[in-house]
């Protein structure tokens, strides 16, 4: 069993920073790759961003070069890190993992960004 919780949404003006947190527990180990996802309103779930076991980072365009991802493997956790955030960042973001062949979503964190 694998739970993973996100946190550190909020409200944020243009151009400012968040840092979202996912905290991972139960069966998975804290080097798991783990997966950043959004939904706009009214607009499917995209991928954002991820840390692969071995620790590389890859981004989709939208965020490259405002955003870094990261971990601490002892504490079980993920971060996002974005900076200079534009309303259309606002979303619902989720992180995802894939263990032991099945996808785990935690329950999602809003950013909302003000214009």
């Known amino acids: 069993q694998v739970q993973l919780v996100e946190s550190g949404g909020g409200l944020v003006q243009t151009g400012g920073s968040l840092v979202l947190s996912c905290a991972a527990s139960?069966?998975?180990?804290?080097?798991?790759?783990i997966q950043w996802y959004r939904q706009p309103p009214g607009k499917q779930r995209q991928w954002v961003a991820s840390?692969?076991?071995?620790?590389?980072?890859y981004y989709d365009d939208s965020v490259k070069g405002r955003c870094i991802i990261s971990r601490d493997v002892a504490a079980n956790m993920v971060y996002l890190r974005i900076n200079n955030l534009e309303p259309e960042d606002t979303a619902v973001y989720y992180c995802?993992?894939?263990?032991?062949?099945?996808?785990?979503w935690g329950q999602g964190t809003q950013v909302t960004v003000s214009s």
């Open positions: 139960g069966t998975i180990s804290g080097r798991n790759g």
């Open positions: 995802r993992a894939n263990f032991d062949g099945t996808d785990y």
């Open positions: 840390i692969t076991s071995d620790g590389m980072s």
